[in-house]
């Protein structure tokens, strides 16, 4: 049973990274066909997913985001981890990590049957 926790700091100044992680405590996070994602909500807006990392350890992001995010990911801890660099106010949201099965990846926030309780995440000086 997949059972997630992010957590990380909940105030980040702007220009600096932000860094989540997500913790399993159920199923590893190599098993096949599981897809581990970081998806997060702005303030009066709807979801946006940002990126995942396969149980390959293959990533993709976002096209928007690319260049300021990567995901990893520590096995022996069975954690996956969100860097979202040169924040700004914009990226004040609540994060969430979220995790599916299938033999594809999705970018649709539907498509996500495990999710964490989710984190606020503030930028500000």
């Known amino acids: 049973q997949v059972q997630l926790q992010e957590s990380g700091p909940g105030l980040v100044k702007p220009s600096q990274t932000l860094s989540l992680t997500c913790t399993d405590s159920?199923?590893?996070?190599?098993?096949?066909?599981?897809?581990w994602s970081w998806i997060r909500q702005p303030p009066g807006k709807g979801l946006e997913w940002m990126g995942f990392?396969?149980?390959?350890?293959?990533?993709y992001y976002t096209p928007s985001l690319k260049t300021r995010t990567s995901i990893s990911r520590d096995t022996s801890k069975n954690q996956f981890t969100l860097q979202l660099t040169s924040v700004n106010p914009e990226d004040t949201a609540v994060y969430y990590c979220a995790g599916r099965t299938g033999r594809t990846p999705s970018p649709q926030t539907y498509d996500y049957r495990y999710w964490g309780q989710g984190t606020q995440v503030t930028v500000s000086s």
């Open positions: 159920g199923t590893s996070i190599t098993t096949d066909y599981y897809y």
């Open positions: 990392i396969a149980s390959s350890g293959s990533t």
